[in-house]
């Protein structure tokens, strides 16, 4: 069964670092990676889809990269700001069935 | 829809009773998941539907628990003599694997509060 780990459990940083959130995981064989991002109390929020074929994908501020060999994926984060304070998620898509592996997610503090 | 639709956004109940929670995915969508999140946690995979084939149940922890997926759209989980340690954010999510993408959407779920 895919385990999907991320590393650091809780991240606080001052207002305009950029910063790495980590996300491993065990099985190499993998459809697709898609991080999310969720405010209290709220559901999830899709931030970037990693197809396994692709190395890395950008949205504005943010740039995921996704290394199958290794089994991970960072996302990164260009000059943060207090608005980016949520927890960060990693999903990894199985590639046998249609089953999703969620990490317990980073909290992300950014401070003004 | 535009977007992944839950209801209610909240419910409290008393122990012992039922309740329905209710998902309307993105048009279209041939895949439904239904999690849990209980406070503090991460997600815990509850059942899976993809079109007309059987629903992977294995993440249903009771057999209070069950979830039907009416003309491949709307559904609707189910939770008979809930517990106190049902309570928590049921979340629903969809996707469409037919496409090369499969990207996830999710709902913004459904707080059960169990007295």
């Known amino acids: 069964k895919q385990e999907v780990t991320q590393i650091p459990a809780a991240l606080s940083v001052p207002e305009g670092e950029n910063l790495v959130l980590n996300c491993s995981f065990t099985?190499?064989?993998?459809?697709?990676l898609q991080w999310f991002r969720q405010d209290p109390g709220k559901g999830l929020t899709s931030l970037l889809l990693?197809?396994?074929?692709?190395r890395e994908q950008t949205s504005g501020r943010l740039n995921a990269s996704l290394d199958k060999s290794s089994g991970r994926s960072t996302l990164y984060i260009a000059a943060s700001q207090p608005g980016d304070s949520a927890t960060y998620l990693c999903a990894v898509g199985s590639k046998g069935g249609n089953q999703f592996y969620f990490g317990t997610g980073t909290s992300l503090t950014v401070i003004p | 829809g535009a977007g992944v639709s839950q209801s209610p956004s909240n419910k409290v109940t008393e122990k012992g009773k039922d309740v329905e929670l209710r998902c309307d995915p993105i048009?279209?969508?041939?895949?439904l998941y239904w999690y849990r999140q209980s406070l503090g946690q991460g997600l815990e995979f509850l059942i899976y539907f993809q079109g007309n084939s059987a629903p992977d149940k294995s993440g249903l922890p009771s057999d209070r628990f069950s979830a039907e997926r009416t003309g491949g759209s709307v559904s609707t989980l189910t939770i008979q003599r809930t517990q106190q340690e049902d309570s928590a954010v049921y979340l629903c999510a969809s996707s469409d694997r037919t496409r090369v993408t499969g990207e996830l959407f999710f709902g913004e779920g459904s707080r059960l509060t169990v007295l």
């Open positions: 048009s279209g969508h041939t895949a």
């Open positions: 099985d190499s064989a993998i459809y697709n």
């Open positions: 990693i197809q396994s074929s692709q």
